[in-house]
């Protein structure tokens, strides 16, 4: 019974490290449940709940809250379309993680979030 409440547990950190890890995102894990495209404001809401997710989650610091979108844009990797919802946090001192990037599908799912853009 330790052993696999001990495993449960490392599998749950292992996942939600991955969520927000720093070099790069998965691009072939997307969980989109419609192909219909969202427009810039609706892909830019769904960044900021995820976000605010991420926050109440305690993956991102209180400070990120209060994160207003700086840029949204749609950018393509390896031949597909992505948004690209970009939030700049000046509250955090680490200048390196001063930029969040939030991809989505082109119909507003998450795909992953990190500081490099990439």
Known sequence: MILKTLLLGLFISFSSMAAIAGGGHDHGHGHSHSNVPVNEATAQA???KIVAEFV????LDKS???IAASSIEKKEFKGKQEWVVV???KKITDYTKQKLYV???LS???IAANYTGN
């Not at 109440?56 to 993956?59: L, N, P």
């Open 46 to 48: 769904n960044a900021t």
């Open 56 to 59: 109440s989650r305690g993956k």
């Open 64 to 66: 990120w809250a209060s």
């Open 87 to 89: 939030f700049v946090n």
């Open 103 to 105: 991809f989505l599908t």
């Open 108 to 110: 507003g799912d998450y």
